[in-house]
């Protein structure tokens, strides 16, 4: 919560809207009582009258229009003093009225103005103490001595020192609630667009698999049930896993902070995805270069995401029906490749997509690389580049001390035997429907997704997710 003054038109208005008086009332007290207690030891000084406790008084009322006029009070409180001097009256906290005010000025930003009435014075007080006092109250006074007129004027400097930092010390406070406000803001922002890539991530690959099964299941509804009936079981497992993972995204938003109840998808979950593919007539082939080694959990689940969303691309933008997927492991880093033979095809929707945006943004927010486009002999491939090198870690390419994320064993024990992850073949002689027509994809053109002008918001996923969640779980119920 911030604590600083609202500014608007309530500032410059009457000025007991605030409670300026409090303070101006307390330091009326203190003047008032504090003279009269010290005047019984000044036994050289005027008495105080009506007229003295009137300019004792009148500083503390000047203090009221400190912030409308901040530099007017200072030049006015000062002659207010300046007067009170002059005729005489007992010395006491006085002074304490031109402190506040020389603070409230400079606080304010007149940098300039108030060393100007402070000059000014110490002048006046230094002329009075050297020359003038022979002709002003209390008669006899005596000539005041250079050493006094010196304290008086490093008196001044103190006081002008102090309202210095103290301008510094409140400009340091705001920035720094600033600066917090910014970044509590940022990091908002930050986890909005993590969750509206989740859900575009989660809803993206879940429906393509299903969209193409759904047209298969049609198809062959009327001449091959069994056929049928294997699309919509393998359209059930999809959406089921689809709402388990969209029920983890959202219970981020519902319970913020609290641990999620499952781990993150990581690539220990690759042969799940590579059958999925399969199960839409994409014949996926794993390749593993390199020692496997545990990753971090935030590039684990970025290299998931990526394979995921590359294999949805060439789902609905490919007329190839197989993929590669090549794991690098090298040291401080994991490269991931996922590429196709093409070519694209038409009939579809074209422009740039939300699937690779959200790619590079979660290669960019680990400091990776990414780089997606067209192959020299035809097709498409996506290259990521994934440093596993904690933050902030430097020299001799030291890895993290990361180990395997809890609740989930390492990547390793999943891809020994990468040829495993193959989807078995499909019977050449079993007819099958042509998947729905996807989108075409240009070559200069970066596969599509949704449109840019389509880019959800976190308000919408949240929405199109929790709609999802319901429908599916009404699936569940009655199947």
Not at 13 to 36: D, E, H, K, M, S
Not at 321 to 331: D, E, K, Q, S, V
Not at 354 to 377: I, K, Q, S
Not at 412 to 425: F, T, Y
Request: proline letters at 10%; a neutral charge; one cysteine or more.
């Amino acid at each position: 919560m911030s604590h600083e003054e609202p500014t608007g038109p309530a500032r410059h208005g009457f000025p007991f809207a605030r409670p300026l008086w409090i303070p101006a009332l307390a330091l009326a007290f203190v003047q008032v009582v504090g003279t009269r207690v010290a005047s019984g030891h000044q036994t050289g000084r005027v008495g105080l009258d009506w007229l003295g406790y009137l300019l004792l008084l009148a500083g503390p009322a000047l203090l009221l229009f400190r912030r409308r006029s901040p530099v007017v009070v200072a030049a006015a409180t000062c002659g207010v003093t300046l007067l009170y001097i002059t005729l005489g009256y007992p010395y006491g906290p006085v002074f304490a009225s031109l402190v506040v005010a020389f603070f409230s000025a400079v606080a304010a930003g007149h940098r300039r103005a108030v060393p100007a009435i402070a000059l000014v014075f110490f002048a006046g007080h230094t002329l009075i103490g050297q020359w003038l006092y022979r002709y002003l109250p209390p008669s006899g006074d005596g000539r005041a001595s250079w050493a006094e007129t010196s304290a008086a004027g490093a008196w001044l400097l103190a006081v002008l020192a102090a309202a210095e930092l103290y301008r510094v010390r409140r400009e340091q406070i705001a920035r720094d609630r600033r600066e917090r406000a910014a970044a509590e803001h940022r990091k908002a922002d930050e986890e909005r667009m993590r969750i509206a890539r989740e859900l575009h991530d989660v809803l993206a690959h879940s429906i393509s698999v299903i969209n193409v099964q759904a047209g298969v299941a049609l198809a062959l509804m009327d001449e091959r049930p069994e056929q049928a009936r294997t699309a919509l079981v393998t359209i059930k497992a999809a959406s089921k896993e689809a709402l388990g993972e969209v029920r983890q995204v959202l219970s981020t938003l519902r319970a913020p902070g609290e641990a999620p109840r499952s781990p993150a998808p990581g690539l220990d979950r690759l042969p799940e995805l590579v059958e999925q593919a399969g199960s839409a007539g994409l014949k996926a082939q794993v390749t593993v270069d390199g020692a496997p080694a545990p990753l971090p959990p935030g590039v684990d689940l970025a290299a998931f995401r990526i394979v995921q969303e590359a294999l949805t691309n060439i789902v609905r933008h490919s007329g190839s029906r197989a993929a590669r997927i090549r794991l690098g492991y090298r040291p401080g880093s994991v490269e991931v490749t996922v590429e196709d033979d093409g070519p694209a095809v038409a009939g579809g929707e074209t422009g740039g997509g939300n699937g690779l945006v959200g790619m590079r943004e979660r290669t960019a927010a680990l400091g990776g690389t990414l780089e997606a486009g067209p192959r020299p002999d035809g097709g498409f491939r996506v290259r990521a580049l994934l440093p596993i090198v904690a933050p902030g870690v430097s020299g001799g390419g030291t890895e993290a001390p990361y180990g395997p994320t809890p609740g989930r064993s390492a990547p390793a024990a999943r891809l020994e035997n990468p040829p495993s992850l193959a989807v078995r073949p499909v019977d050449p002689t079993a007819p099958t429907a042509p998947p729905a027509p996807p989108a075409v994809r240009s070559a200069t053109a970066e596969p599509p997704s949704w449109d840019r002008a389509d880019r959800p918001t976190p308000a919408d996923g949240a929405a199109e997710a929790t709609e999802f969640t319901q429908a599916a779980e009404a699936t569940e119920e009655h199947p």
